[in-house]
Nanobody, 122 residues
Framework: QVQLVESGGGLVPAGGSLRLSCAAS????????MGWFRQAPGKEREFVGA????????YYVDSVKGRFTISRDNAKNTLYLQMNSLKPEDTAVYYC???????????????WGQGTQVTVSS
């Protein structure tokens, strides 16, 4: 059982930056692909990006390319999401996810964190 705990959310002005972290309890963290998803009020959960177990493959949704960076530290069992040039439309609850293989289909994900709120003011 993988337990995931996100941190780092908050309120920032448009153009600002935030760094989210996701700490995993599973000592075999390095065997899992990891992903970030987000859900805005009244909207379906949305894929943000994913990173494979080694960190050698990283994917992003088009709307965050060039602004967000996903990374992981397998020695610390931690996943990161660096968010720069934030926009009001980035406002959402951000969730980290873990699975043997991560796709953009949130319904297929096995493990979720509790989520952290990111609010970008205009």
């Amino acid at each position: 059982q993988v337990q995931l705990v996100e941190s780092g959310g908050g309120l920032v002005p448009a153009g600002g930056s935030l760094r989210l972290s996701c700490a995993a309890s599973e000592r075999m963290f390095s065997m899992y692909d990891m992903g970030w998803f987000r859900q805005a009020p009244g909207k379906e959960r949305e894929f943000v990006g994913a990173i494979n177990w080694s960190g050698g493959k990283i994917y992003y949704v088009d709307s965050v390319k060039g602004r967000f960076t996903i990374s992981r530290d397998n020695a610390k069992n931690t996943l990161y999401l660096q968010m720069n040039s934030l926009k009001p439309e980035d406002t959402a609850v951000y969730y980290c996810a873990a699975d043997r293989t991560i796709s953009s289909n949130w319904r297929a994900v096995d493990y979720w964190g509790q989520g952290t709120q990111v609010t970008v003011s205009s």
